[in-house]
């Protein structure tokens, strides 16, 4: 079971710090990620991260903005967000699979948060 929680309203230029809680069987988690969803559009990936942490993958638009992290210890990821822009506006969800896998592919995840909405005025 995934909990995301964080999101909020902000104003351009803003910072947002996203968290997921993992429950349950955490022990076979191993590929976690975030992606964000808006109304019409398909969910996108925001970032995403491998069980050991070395390995990282962000969208190209939140490079240098966004940083994802994950503290295995604590079964948690969480996904810092800067100078954030009106077109970051969206529900975040964080997911996580057992398996090792291709980071950026939605339908690979097999568990998924509940969303959090993130919304940046301008």
């Known amino acids: 079971q995934l909990q995301a929680s964080g999101g909020g309203l902000v104003q351009a230029g803003g910072s947002l710090r996203l968290s997921c809680a993992a429950s349950?069987?955490?022990?076979?988690?191993?590929?976690m990620g975030w992606f964000r969803q808006v109304s019409g559009k398909e969910r996108e990936i925001v970032a995403a991260?491998?069980?050991?942490?070395?390995?990282?993958s962000y969208t190209d638009s939140v490079k240098g903005r966004f940083t994802i992290w994950r503290d295995n210890a604590k079964n948690m990821m969480y996904l810092q967000m800067n100078s954030l822009k009106p077109e970051d506006t969206a529900v975040y969800y964080c997911?996580?699979?057992?398996?090792?896998?291709?980071?950026?592919?939605?339908?690979?995840?097999?568990?998924w948060g509940q969303g959090t909405l993130v919304t940046v005025s301008s």
């Open positions: 997911a996580a699979d057992p398996n090792v896998g291709g980071l950026s592919i939605a339908s690979r995840y097999d568990y």
């Open positions: 349950g069987r955490t022990a076979s988690i191993r590929d």
């Open positions: 991260i491998r069980w050991s942490g070395a390995t990282t």
